[in-house]
């Protein structure tokens, strides 16, 4: 009989230790350790083995040696879902995905295997039994769900390797990694140890036969994935999905990428009958006005690898209180104080006794510096109440000293101004070095300081 064994487990990071401790040495968090009861039979055998004939042995091999050819990836119909993964699903890989409860991650994932043609599916749930499933099914696929995806309610990992080795499926969906647990582990579901080993078992299967596994994870009140850092670290992509739920729409980010880039991203609209790919995101963070509105520009920002156009708005009002409020929606208040700081300061614009709101049109949050001139031409515009044209957009950064700074991939953004059909664009004079003109139809104005551009759209 094997002894039996038991650690101390931080709930917040997984950090494990042999006795009680109030502090974890970690991640710092207070009272977080909990006792399991960790059990390994050294007669047990492994939840998941595909050939019972012998052991073996691993040699070292010499890297020009190895023969290596282009994995042979599953593309899906989700254009977008394809793109943040490097071009489609890799066989053998394991993915996890994590995001805010009623996100839409299992309409994600269930409506992503309705639509893969002739390939045999298990999902796996935890959370939800087989009608709630089925009724989501028949409203994703408007009535007709298909045929090669199978349902299985389940939580033990020893029957779900029963049902995939009768089943033999091409593609596993795991709802959720939380609600799993294994016989080897003394503890309750959702725990560090019952996760992480969870996660080992499904990691081996996926390697050993080939198969794309993918897991659904919970996340934490701080938005990161719940359980041990190490979940993360074992898997081979971890995909954020992610947006506001008072916002229809949805962006599916790469974390982490073994298998291609991790700065694409994915944006999806969410609709009555699931979720709808958004294959041109500037045209509908673009506001269609009839009538020049002062206060309102456009501005080319780059959101992971993916060039997008956003609307910038600001409205600047005389301040009815001692103290004047500042206030920013999908920007960062402290970075809005310093613009308002240089624009004072370099550009004599007197705005310490006045109101500033500034939003960012479609609910999107912003960290590119290159809507900073477009952010302080809005303030201005609102400010002395003149319009500027919807068929001007910037992209350049704002320094201390009021300079315009040059920013990355600038090649990008001005080919997706261009495509929207804009006609001018501002950027740094330091990004004209090595930059061919003559490949763009769009008028490019380079400045050096933000008095050149006042002066261009002011007098």
Not at 433 to 451: C, F, N
Request: aromatic share 6%; with cysteine; charged share 20%.
């Amino acid at each position: 009989m094997a002894k039996t064994k038991s650690a101390y487990f931080c709930q917040s990071c997984g950090y494990e230790s042999a006795k009680w401790l109030g502090k974890c040495p970690s991640c710092n968090q207070w009272n977080t350790f909990v006792e399991e009861v960790i059990q390994k039979p050294g007669n047990a055998a492994p939840d998941w083995k595909v050939s019972s004939s012998g052991s073996r042995v691993t040699r070292p091999t010499a890297i020009h040696e190895i023969v290596y050819t282009e994995e042979n990836r599953l593309v899906t119909p989700d254009g977008e879902f394809n793109r943040v993964l490097g071009g489609g699903i890799v066989p053998g890989s394991l993915v996890l995905i994590g995001g805010e409860p009623g996100i839409g991650k299992s309409t994600l994932m269930l409506q992503l295997t309705l639509n893969l043609p002739n390939l045999r599916v298990l999902y796996v749930s935890g959370e939800e039994s087989e009608h709630q499933i089925k009724m989501r099914a028949e409203r994703l696929s408007s009535g007709s769900a298909g045929g090669d995806v199978y349902i299985l309610t389940e939580t033990s990992t020893q029957n779900i390797f029963k049902q995939i080795e009768a089943l033999e499926p091409q593609l596993v969906i795991v709802d959720s990694i939380q609600t799993l647990y294994s016989a080897h582990i003394e503890s309750t579901p959702g725990s560090v140890s019952q996760v992480r080993e969870c996660t080992a078992e499904l990691l081996r299967f996926a390697k050993e036969t080939s198969t794309p596994v993918f897991l659904i994870g919970h996340i934490t009140k701080d938005g990161a994935i719940a359980g041990p850092k190490i979940l993360e670290h074992m898997v081979d992509t971890v995909l954020q999905f992610e947006g506001d739920r008072h916002h229809v729409y949805r962006i599916l980010r790469a974390v982490k990428n073994r298998f291609g880039s991790a700065s694409e991203l994915g944006i999806y609209e969410m609709q009555g009958n699931g979720l709808r790919e958004v294959s041109n995101p500037s045209e509908i963070l673009l506001s269609q006005r009839d009538e020049q509105l002062s206060g309102i520009t456009i501005s080319a920002m780059l959101e992971g690898a993916r060039p997008m156009l956003i609307e910038t708005q600001a409205l600047v009002s005389s301040s009815a209180y001692g103290t004047p409020q500042r206030s920013a929606t999908g920007f960062d208040t402290r970075r809005m104080n310093m613009l308002l700081a240089v624009l004072e300061k370099r550009c004599g614009f007197r705005l310490s006794a006045k109101d500033v709101f500034l939003n960012i049109a479609g609910g999107l949050r912003v960290e590119d510096p290159a809507v900073d001139l477009g952010i302080i031409v809005a303030i201005i515009s609102s400010h002395e109440d003149i319009p500027v044209s919807s068929k001007i957009c910037f992209a350049s950064e704002v320094g201390l000293s009021g300079e315009i700074r040059a920013v990355n991939r600038i090649e990008q953004r001005i080919a997706e101004a261009q495509k929207l059909g804009f006609e001018q664009i501002y950027i740094s004079k330091y990004n004209q070095k090595g930059l061919d003109t003559s490949r763009y139809t769009i008028e490019i104005k380079s400045v050096s300081k933000i008095e050149e551009v006042f002066g261009s759209l002011f007098g």
